[in-house]
């Protein structure tokens, strides 16, 4: 479904991302882990044109998208929740996903506010809050929410655990499970690999921009010394 190959992402003059390859199929959860400023958050950025890639191809079902905008990559399919939440504070919840909204698209699930609430019942709570009186998590799944209304086959998730609270983040994996057996494709970016334990099928290590590990969940708890080298603080 998504496929990354050799590339190259610079800001200005540092090379940030160097020959970085990776493949996400239908169907599968795929945990990007690194460290703060391994390039994680950069990788998604560049997979969904936000940061224009100097070299390299990206594949979106099917269809080149190394060049194409923001704009042009989500109207394919492919949703981005970006670290930052973004979410519009003076809207209320159901304001928010309407914001989000996009036609059905062939070959993906199509979301609703109860399809949503069943996935999410904080948000079931509160569609007439605004989006500044809401917690952290609140506003994360929120921003989970309001791209599940682009109806997209495929989602990029940055660090849906960072500074939410532990119930959160349960709830949270709890939410990319669901997903998950909605037939949705997640690339996610963690830190958390206990979260990112719990919820993923793959995964791929980056290191300053360069790829140092990929294999499955299972290779990888097996394998104490790249967790060492890598993932430790």
């Known amino acids: 479904m998504l496929k990354v190959e050799s590339l190259n992402t ?21 945990v990007l882990l690194g460290r ?20 390299g191809t990206i594949t979106f079902a099917g269809k080149r998208i190394e060049r194409a905008a923001p704009h042009q ?8 929740v970006p670290e930052e939440r973004r979410i519009f504070t003076e809207l209320t ?20 506010f109860e399809k949503i609430g069943a996935l999410f019942p904080n948000l079931r709570e509160m569609p007439d809050r605004p989006g500044g009186r809401m917690s952290g998590g609140e506003q994360q799944m929120l921003t989970i929410a309001r791209t599940l209304m682009g109806n997209p086959a495929c989602i990029l998730l940055d660090e849906p ?5 532990p119930v959160i983040v349960d709830q949270m994996a709890e939410a990319v499970l669901g997903l998950k057996r909605a037939g949705v494709a997640i690339l996610l ?22 790829m140092r590990f990929s294999g499955s969940m299972q290779e990888l708890a097996a394998d104490e ?5 890598y993932l430790a603080v």
Not at 93 to 102: A, D, I, K, T
Not at 161 to 165: F, I, P, Q
Not at 201 to 208: P, S, T
Not at 225 to 229: E, L, N, P, T
Request: no cysteine.
């Open 73 to 80: 990559i989500a109207r394919l399919g492919l949703g981005y």
């Open 36 to 55: 703060n400023g391994a390039g994680k958050s950069t990788t998604l950025k560049s997979i969904i044109g936000l940061v224009r890639a100097a070299s």
């Open 189 to 210: 970016s963690e830190q958390n690999l206990h979260f990112a334990t719990q919820v993923a099928d793959r995964a791929y290590i980056i290191e300053k921009g360069r």
């Open 10 to 30: 610079y800001y200005g003059q540092a090379h940030i991302l160097s020959d970085v390859d990776l493949e996400v199929n239908a169907g599968e959860v795929v």
């Open 225 to 229: 010394q790249v967790r060492a080298q």
């Open 161 to 165: 655990s960072e500074g939410v609270a």
């Open 93 to 112: 919840v159901m304001e928010n996903l309407e914001v989000g909204r996009q036609a059905p698209r062939p070959g993906a699930p199509t979301w609703d």
